[in-house]
């Protein structure tokens, strides 16, 4: 069959070159003159586009942002819409965010009921962010019911706003509502990629289920879904807080088999299994064959050693090793100096801690709100209450908030020492924060002033 096909198309190949054979015959043949011609185009100057211009900021926008009352915030909005400027999406976004960020969540509801009213289309990434910022105020519910409702916005309900939702259910220790709203997943019309499965690992192995963890890792498997570094390293770092090392390197190399390459991450994670089980010289050891393997060391595998020197006092082995940092030209970040402003705070080393935020803020890092509740705290622990005045205040102006025991520390021990104004200028900030003092702590300042004999009286009064 094929050679049949075959020599019919020779004839046919042949009787068409014979007809063109006969014309060419018939036919004078004439040359053309044409104009010589360059042997290469000139190139045509193509117009000069100007560089992509930034889009024009939106007035509204940049001015909410330099606020830092949520009250002025909403005054501003209103004050716009009667000078006829028409909000829309960027404008409520921006004040959401503003508001959410103070954890003024009624206000928030209250925009997003104007939101839904207007009809306006929203991005998904405004419910992603609300959803969280729900779960670190612990209002997991209120998290749950905007999740449900972000279709009624003129919004489509995305995977990542159903991952962010379990994630907060995970890290909130409500693992089993994730199981059941992952197990609806599919009813959803989502299907779950490498971020779903690794949000449900991680909580099965932070209950210390690790068959259940497991299962999840093959069904994984199963429905092709690739395990990506960051399951391995749940994985890794689970076995290496328990100690399990033999099971945590063979993981390792199960990555390598299947073509997934360790990072920082993870190696930090083998090295802090080592560290737990007092094997630091290995442990730093490690860095060495993570860059011979082609992975370069990150601030993470040195924040393990800085920790693991701190946490069995070997403070000055640890400002050695930051040293040792900078030789290497590795820039220490502020989560680096935290490490050790936080063990020094602890050993009573506050005035050595203060100086290392000192050379911090040289470096060019800006202290964040942990550094200053460390060092409040460390102050405090050593009865420097001036000390710890002075960071406050500077705490403060940077726009951060130390936690209520922080204030109630430091109230106690102006007071102790006389400084009545120092007092009652942290009051005054409590106030501002809808603070309080609880009775045991106004106990101790109330002893001092009017004595044991007229508080007890005061209480047995109180209890009659």
């Keep these: 069959m094929f050679h049949s096909r075959a020599k019919a198309l020779n004839q046919a190949q042949s009787n068409l070159l ?57 005054s501003l909005f209103r004050e716009y819409h009667e000078m006829g400027f028409k909000h829309d999406y960027p404008s409520y976004s921006a004040l959401i965010y503003k508001l959410a960020r103070n954890r003024n969540f009624e206000a928030v509801e209250t925009i997003l009921g104007h939101v839904r ?13 609300l959803i969280q910022h729900y779960g670190k105020a612990k ?44 197990g609806r997943c599919n009813q959803m019309g ?70 997934k390459y360790p990072n920082a991450v993870t190696y930090a994670l083998l090295m802090e299994g080592l560290c737990m089980v007092g094997k630091y010289e290995e442990a730093k050891k490690m860095m060495f064959d993570m860059e011979y393997r082609g992975c370069k060391p990150r601030l993470v595998n040195y924040g393990v050693l800085i920790s693991d020197l701190g946490r069995r006092g070997k403070i000055e082995a640890a400002k050695s090793l930051l040293q040792e940092m900078k030789k290497r030209r590795f820039k220490p970040d502020v989560v680096i100096y935290n490490i050790l402003i936080n063990f020094l705070c602890k050993e009573g080393r506050a005035i050595e801690a203060y100086k290392v935020l000192i050379e911090m803020q040289v470096g060019g890092f800006e202290p964040n709100a942990a550094t200053y509740r460390m060092m409040v705290d460390g102050f405090c622990q050593i009865e420097d209450f001036e000390g710890g005045l002075k960071v406050l205040i500077a705490m403060l102006k940077s726009k951060h908030c130390p936690r209520l025991k922080t204030f109630e520390c430091l109230v106690t021990g102006l007071l102790k020492c006389g400084n009545v104004d120092g007092a009652c200028f942290v009051l005054e900030e409590m106030e ?11 106990e101790a300042p109330v002893v001092d002033a009017c004595g044991k004999d007229i508080v007890a009286g005061m209480v047995l009064f109180t209890h009659k």
Excluded at 117 to 129: E, G, M, P, Q, V
């Design 18 to 74: 014979l007809h063109w054979t006969n014309r060419t015959k018939l036919q004078p043949y004439h040359t053309l003159r044409r104009p010589n011609k360059p042997k290469t185009k000139p190139r045509r100057e193509r117009p000069h586009r100007d560089a992509a211009k930034p889009r024009k900021p939106i007035r509204f926008v940049s001015d909410v942002k330099d606020i830092q009352d949520p009250e002025d915030a909403m």
């Design 117 to 129: 009213d207007r009809n306006i289309h929203c991005k998904d990434t405004l419910f992603i962010a």
């Design 139 to 182: 209002l997991v519910e209120k998290a749950i019911e905007l999740f449900h409702q972000i279709n009624s916005f003129n919004c489509v309900r995305t995977l990542q706003s159903f991952n962010s939702l379990l994630n907060v259910l995970v890290d909130s220790d409500r693992f089993a509502d994730a199981d059941e709203i992952f």
């Design 190 to 259: 989502f299907r779950p990629n490498s971020i779903s499965y690794n949000i449900m690992m991680k909580g099965w192995l932070k209950k210390g289920e690790l068959d259940e963890a497991r299962k999840v890792f093959d069904e994984m498997l199963e429905r092709k879904v690739q395990p990506s570094v960051v399951t391995y390293n749940s994985l890794i770092g689970f076995f290496g807080r328990k100690g399990e090392l033999e099971e945590a390197t063979g993981l390792l190399e199960d990555m390598r088999q299947k073509g």
């Design 432 to 442: 501002n924060r809808n603070m309080q003092l609880c009775c045991e702590a106004w």
